[in-house]
């Protein structure tokens, strides 16, 4: 497949050396503004720039009928456009604001985990700060310990 990285910042660099090793051709790698001379004719774009820049990047490889994946976060308010831009030119777009299996098993047990507490209005989630900020680590203090 040939890739086309717009946005090579760290995970541009290590999405870069992955598909390398997964014998993919990385025909682009951009931090700039993307055009077709400098995408080099892509099977697909992964975008991973900034929230200033995503939109228009995206934007523009769907109006030219190149597929993308982003994983570039902070812009999703303009989402919605983006999938009506996708479905108007007929092309793929894929994002995910974490592409790790663990992290998506999070967020997929997290909704059903909400699901099932839904019936139970009398329950409601806390921080107990003062106890957590002497006995819990951090990133533990919605938890009794």
Known sequence: MKIALVGYGKMGKIIHQIALKRGHDVVATLDETPTLEKLNNPDVVIEFSSPESAFGNIKFC????????????????????????????ETGFLYGSNFSLGVNLFFALNEKLAEMMSPFQQLSIRRNSSYSQTRCPKWNSYFYC
């Open 62 to 89: 769907l109006e030219n009928k190149i597929p993308v994946v982003a994983g570039t976060t902070g812009w999703l308010e303009k989402k919605p456009e983006i999938e009506k831009i996708a479905l108007e030119n």
